[in-house]
Structures are given as structure tokens and as C-alpha cells.
């Protein structure tokens, strides 16, 4: 199984990225996937799941702002990102597993990471 994130890169605060996550060696659509981001200096923090249904969850920080999609037959999910802030600024990481939750414990597969900054 392999998880590859693209997508990131630096923006200005206001500014939008759509991150990417590609999934190989699994059936997508058997799985929830969310997306975990970690600081520089922090801890891991949840940004949002999705759940084999298509049912969304996202952290307080985020909501109104980050859209997260799947596309089953490509085996991808995305994570949309509007209006960054720097705060927004770290490496996120997709992973899959069987529920849909903001625990990082039950998700079985991650990826490596693609890194975000944000400049105020």
C-alpha cells in the first residue's frame, strides 16, 4: 500500500492550495480518509475526514475553509484549502482506515507528507 501527497507549496495568507492524495495497492473506497497536519514545534493535529459514504468532519480550525473530496475510481482524495492562514503552515499527511474519526489510531496507512507555508 502507498500513499503519495502532492499539492503543497507556499502561499501568501488568503491564498488557496488543492492537496492530493493518490492511493496504490488498496480498494479506496472500502476505507475513510482524513487528513492530519503537524507544525513545525507541535503535535499532530486532525484536519478533517471523510468517510466511505462521503460524510465529512473537520476540526473547528479549519471548517468553513478546507473541503475535503474523494474520487473512488482514481483512488484520490483531495484536500481543498481556502482562504490559508499561517497558522494553516505544516506537513500534511492523508491516511486511510476503517472509520471515519479524528483520532489519528484507527487509520491504518499514511502518507509521507506534503508541506504547506503559509507567509503573513
Known amino acids: 500500500v502507498q500513499l503519495v501527497e502532492s499539492g503543497g507549496g507556499s502561499v501568501q495568507a488568503g491564498g488557496s492550495l488543492r492537496l492530493s492524495c493518490a492511493a496504490s495497492?488498496?480498494?479506496?473506497?472500502?476505507?475513510?480518509i482524513a487528513w492530519f497536519r503537524r507544525a513545525p514545534g507541535k503535535e499532530r493535529e486532525f484536519v478533517g475526514t471523510i468517510s466511505w459514504t462521503g460524510d465529512a468532519m473537520y476540526a473547528e480550525s479549519v471548517k468553513g475553509r478546507f473541503t475535503i473530496s474523494r474520487d473512488n475510481p482514481k483512488n484520490t482524495v483531495y484536500l481543498q484549502m481556502n482562504s490559508l492562514k499561517p497558522d494553516d503552515t505544516g506537513v500534511y499527511h492523508c491516511?486511510?482506515?476503517?472509520?471515519?474519526?479524528?483520532?489519528?489510531?484507527?487509520?491504518?496507512?499514511w502518507g509521507q507528507g506534503t508541506e504547506v507555508s503559509v507567509s503573513s
Open positions: 491516511a486511510f482506515g476503517p472509520s471515519s474519526t479524528a483520532s489519528p489510531d484507527p487509520y491504518l496507512y
Open positions: 495497492g488498496l480498494n479506496g473506497d472500502e476505507y475513510a
